[in-house]
């Protein structure tokens, strides 16, 4: 059974999010270049498209790509993005 948060561990965790979207860049998929690009490294990489779409924008806006997944870290490296994970984060 998964563990429930406590009142004030959870507020903790609900700040931490909101703070981690108030410094995330937002991008709309509006050109087929782009999604052409996404599908590219999903096919390269052998991972999702939407861990793609994470990656591909990660990599446009020379940005760190927060992941505790481990295989989307090892295919950020791959194509030179930056993985961090969230422990490292709230340090």
Do not use: H, N, W
Request: include cysteine; charged fraction near 30%; glycine fraction near 6%.
């Amino acid at each position: 059974m998964p563990k429930r948060l406590a009142l004030d561990e959870a507020s903790k965790v609900l700040e931490s999010v909101f703070t981690i979207l108030r410094t995330m860049d937002m991008a709309k998929l509006e050109d087929e270049g782009l999604g052409s690009e996404i599908l590219d490294v999903d096919v390269k990489l052998g991972i999702t498209y939407c861990d793609s779409a994470y990656l591909t924008m990660a990599k446009r806006l020379g940005k760190i790509l927060v992941t505790d997944d481990e295989k989307l870290a090892r295919a950020a490296k791959r194509i030179g993005v930056t993985p961090m994970t969230s422990k490292l984060l709230q340090r």
